[in-house]
């Protein structure tokens, strides 16, 4: 692929094209077909393949990249050197990415109890609020319905149509559950 006329002081760029192709799919529905373009080699159908399974991983980064700029707002950070900026993204990159990694689990294994995840304190204290029982059960409930009442308490109304919880109802939900936790530990360490 050769630069743009404009830029004609760059070297052309060496490229191979993956097309990717559903093939047998039920009447009414339109194929998926994809055309990757990409710098690394494709020789073989099993580069084409590796180069076709990492593609189908752009929706994961593009939620945890919203997650940062939605959920963590890195695009409002008035820090004014690189970096203290560099220091503050590490930080929230391990929020957005707890917070991916709570979605993503919640919709794999919903199943799991939820201590897989959440701090023993943090699912009693949950299920306390939730409940308006200050007796947590004995067993962790399952992640699902633990993500469920994070959601909820960030404004997710789960209903029937709503599908799962997101990333930015999960954002607010754990902001209130940190708070929660701390009272929690306070109020269970006793007098």
């Given at each position: 692929?050769?630069?743009?006329?404009?830029?004609?002081?760059?070297?052309?760029?060496e490229i191979w094209t993956v097309l990717a192709k559903e093939e047998d799919t039920p009447e009414g529905v339109e194929p998926i077909e994809w055309r990757l373009l990409t710098t690394l080699a494709v020789q073989s159908?099993?580069?084409?393949?590796?180069?076709?399974?990492?593609?189908?991983q752009r929706w994961g980064i593009e939620v945890f990249h919203r997650t940062l700029k939605?959920?963590?707002?890195?695009?409002d950070r008035r820090l004014g050197h690189g970096d203290r900026l560099e220091a503050c993204l590490a930080i929230d990159m391990v929020v957005a990415w707890r917070i991916y990694h709570m979605v993503k689990l919640g919709r794999e294994v919903p199943e799991l109890p939820c201590d897989v995840y959440f701090e023993e304190a943090?699912?009693?204290?949950?299920?306390?609020?939730s409940t308006k029982n200050?007796?947590?059960?004995?067993?962790a409930l399952s992640l699902r319905e633990a993500i469920r009442m994070v959601a909820k308490i960030g404004g997710f109304l789960g209903r029937k149509s709503d599908g799962e919880p997101g990333t930015e109802t999960l954002w607010r939900g754990l902001q209130h559950l940190d708070l929660m936790t701390d009272v929690w530990r306070?109020?269970?360490?006793?007098p």
């Open positions: 692929m050769c630069a743009p006329q404009d830029k004609a002081h760059l070297s052309a760029l159908f099993e580069q084409a393949c590796e180069k076709v399974a990492w593609y189908t939605s959920g963590c707002r890195i695009e943090e699912w009693k204290a949950l299920v306390a609020y200050p007796v947590p059960p004995e067993q306070v109020m269970a360490s006793g």
